[in-house]
């Protein structure tokens, strides 16, 4: 058993004699060893290095991250403040991948501006790896990149110093002087044009860690993180003090009252949990005044460092799209999920009738994440919440041994094949889970999988090997043309 664990680092999670058998199969299909070892690689690598582009409105942060990306995703404008939500996106460079976070969008007129460059620029800090600070040569050092060096210099995290608007040699002046915010070498940049990019890039990688610290599980046998998230009002600080057993957290009938995650540890059933009230997150993130954008802000760190994220559902009211964006959200992070009915007992037969259909309809997606109908004023179904939370982490940590699944998918792709797609018929050839937290598969085959059978696939394996309560992940790498090895 300790040989697995120390190959687990080497291999994904696969131990030394799983891999060994794993790579004989793969060799048989006609796999190269380094296109199976990159793929387990990818797909066990757990999350991604994430990397917070900031600085002041219109110094061309998103122009940045659109040339990193090579795409234009990020909207651009020739004025301040277009960039409102904090927006991520995958990227890769010299064979490396990594998160992007463009940030922006400071509501300098509602805290002033030297609360709001912080409450924006901790978060961004906070949530990453390593940092980009982006600075306009043209105009030079101002108050409040200097505001911002001295968050940078307090969190103590990477960063590569972009001065961007370096459209030419004679430019190049201008960004020296930019060595007096003692950041280290400023890095010239056209962000428009993409000149001075590529070195740029080559020193992040050298700030960017392989693989991300697990900012979850604080030790061994620690306080497992539930993070309770939700729209406004829908009782999530009223449940917490419930669970509790008394007011931790302040509540009030006006929306919006809890304005920073809150960490209580709470012990339910003999067991100690870490669990963190969030601030609400409101329909349109980029519409909200300055203190409850960067409360959402808040939200989405709190649920990035938790194990299971708890979404209570208001059943008194339609379910709605916030609903599920803030779902999507969660299972986009990879966190294991339990969803909580609050209000219940509010409820007569005719609106428990068509929450029952809207259920199935709105959240077919999810159907997978334990549910609890409870009522936070009354306590009702509370000691439901924990045996959920333990469901959904068992799930999230669950892996089946290699063999094992590729007996089920040789069972699968023989009664159920993938549908002929231009004369040709692609098939799941063998596979492997490479990571857990959340469960990560990679599969190989014999040609593309399409997503309508990807998503049979993790239909069926959900019915063999449960995984309840936690999002999966399923890449497929397919056999380049060649001939077969045998």
Not at 133 to 154: C, H, N
Not at 178 to 188: A, D, I, Q, Y
Not at 208 to 215: D, G, H, K, R, Y
Not at 380 to 400: D, N, Q, S, Y
Request: with cysteine; glycine share 10%.
């Amino acid at each position: 058993m300790n040989d697995q664990i120390d190959s687990a680092d080497e291999h994904g999670e696969l131990g030394d004699a799983e891999y060994a058998d794993f790579m004989e199969l793969a060799a048989q299909e006609g796999f190269e060893p380094e296109e199976v070892e990159g793929a387990i690689d990818e797909a066990g690598h757990g999350p991604l290095p994430v990397l917070a582009v900031v600085g002041r409105p219109n110094v061309g942060k998103s122009t940045l991250v659109n040339r990193i990306i090579g795409r234009r995703e990020a909207v651009v404008e020739d004025k301040p403040g277009v960039t409102r939500d904090r927006v991520t996106y995958e990227a890769e460079w010299a064979g490396r991948r990594f998160k992007i976070v463009d940030t922006g969008g400071w509501e300098q007129d509602v805290l002033g501006i030297d609360a709001s460059v912080a409450a924006q620029a901790e978060y961004a800090i906070e949530a990453a790896d390593a940092v980009v600070f982006v600075v306009d040569s043209t105009v030079g050092a101002t108050d409040t990149d200097t505001a911002v060096v001295r968050l940078l210099r307090k969190a103590g995290k990477p960063v590569v110093l972009c001065a961007n608007k370096v459209d030419g040699p004679s430019g190049e002046a201008d960004a020296t002087a930019l060595w007096s915010l003692g950041l280290g070498e400023p890095h010239p940049v056209s962000s428009l044009h993409g000149r001075g990019t590529g070195d740029m890039l080559d020193a992040v990688l050298e700030a960017l860690p392989e693989a991300p610290a697990q900012t979850f599980g604080t030790a061994l046998g620690g306080p497992r993180r539930i993070a309770l998230i939700g729209r406004p009002n829908v009782g999530k600080s009223s449940l917490l003090n419930k669970v509790a057993g008394q007011d931790r957290v302040v509540v009030n009938e006006i929306a919006g009252t809890t304005r920073d995650p809150v960490d209580e540890l709470i012990e339910l059933g003999g067991v100690v949990w870490k669990f963190i009230d969030t601030a609400g997150i409101r329909r349109r993130v980029h519409l909200q005044e300055g203190a409850d954008y960067y409360a959402s802000l808040r939200t989405a760190a709190a649920v990035e460092k938790a194990e299971v994220a708890v979404v209570l559902i208001d059943t008194s009211e339609s379910i709605s799209v916030q609903d599920q964006r803030i779902i999507t959200m969660a299972v986009e992070a990879g966190r294991a999920l339990v969803i909580a009915y609050n209000k219940w007992d509010t409820l007569d037969e005719e609106r428990r009738y068509y929450l029952e259909r809207e259920i199935e309809t709105e959240l077919a997606q999810v159907a997978w994440a334990p549910r609890v109908n409870v009522s936070a004023r009354t306590g009702r179904h509370m000691e439901k919440l924990v045996p959920a939370i333990e469901t959904a982490l068992a799930g999230w940590e669950t892996r089946v041994p290699t063999g094992r699944l590729n007996a089920f998918l040789g069972e699968l792709v023989a009664a159920h094949p993938h549908p002929v797609r231009g004369g040709k018929q692609p098939r799941i050839l063998f596979g492997t889970q490479a990571g857990t937290k959340p469960p990560r598969f990679v599969l190989f085959a014999s040609g593309f999988i399409e997503a309508g059978y990807r998503r049979f696939v993790e239909r069926r394996l959900r019915e063999e090997f449960g995984f309840e309560g936690t999002p999966i992940h399923i890449s497929v790498r397919v056999r380049e043309k060649r001939g077969r090895k045998k």
